[in-house]
């Protein structure tokens, strides 16, 4: 059980136009999801806290006007990179918190690569 | 600030322990955990400890927990080529929706 499912796994998009890529809880509900940003070689670093039904919470540093984050269910999460750029080409993952449930898990989507040409 | 800090590269040889290092600010953090990625791939859990303990084992994986240094470690025993990957230390922030917080990765690799 707690699957989480990101698609799509890579993604080539022009530069100028806007990608969404979706996280979606498979066997579980989860009122929090987590966005992640990594560069090659590079840790994960933290783009914003998704919950259901309300705002996502941005990390610093991070545009929320170009990263647009819907929670519409507790098994859905998208993030919307809109005018996309090259620099904005990276590695995306996802992950969820099992709803009730103590963090002492976050589960984990298997990434979407994002190719700006 | 919150903080986690690892070294980037470990190279060892097979049946070998490969041991990671691992050092965090936040001393509020309930919980401490180690992920492996593997080549294009998501984060899979390996294991987890909760601040209160010193020590946790599961089968080759043992974590050792220094509150006072703010220093956490990873064992594997017998080090497969398989275990070759990427381990990312992660500190759960307390607070707000318990965010997790990633070192740099380090890179093991395992050679015959």
């Known amino acids: 059980g707690a699957v989480v499912s990101q698609h799509p796994s890579w993604v080539i998009c022009k530069s100028g136009t806007s990608v969404k890529i979706e996280c979606r809880s498979l066997d579980f509900q989860a009122t929090t999801m987590f966005w992640y940003r990594q560069f090659p070689k590079q840790s994960l670093m933290l783009m914003a806290t998704?919950?259901?039904?309300?705002?996502?919470?941005?990390e610093q540093g991070v545009e929320k006007d170009k990263f647009l984050i819907n929670h519409a269910s507790l098994t859905l999460s998208t993030l919307t990179v809109t005018s996309a750029h090259p620099e904005d080409s990276s590695f995306y993952i996802c992950?969820?918190?099992?709803?009730?449930?103590?963090?002492?898990?976050?589960?984990f989507g298997q990434g979407t690569r994002l190719t700006v040409v | 600030g919150e903080d986690v800090e690892q070294s980037l590269f470990l190279s060892v040889r097979e049946g070998d322990s490969s041991v990671i290092n691992c050092t965090y600010t936040d001393s509020s953090s309930t919980y401490l955990y180690w992920y492996k990625q593997e080549p294009g791939a998501g984060l899979q859990l390996l294991t987890y400890i909760f601040s209160n303990m010193d020590m946790k084992q599961d089968q080759r994986l043992t974590v050792l927990l220094n509150k006072k240094d703010k220093h956490l470690s990873l064992r594997i025993a017998d080090t497969q080529t398989g275990d070759s990957a990427i381990y990312f230390c992660a500190e759960g922030v307390s607070g707000g929706y318990n965010k997790l917080i990633f070192g740099a990765g380090t890179r093991l690799a395992v050679h015959p």
């Open positions: 998704s919950n259901e039904g309300s705002k996502a919470t941005y």
């Open positions: 992950s969820a918190k099992v709803q009730g449930r103590m963090n002492t898990e976050a589960f």
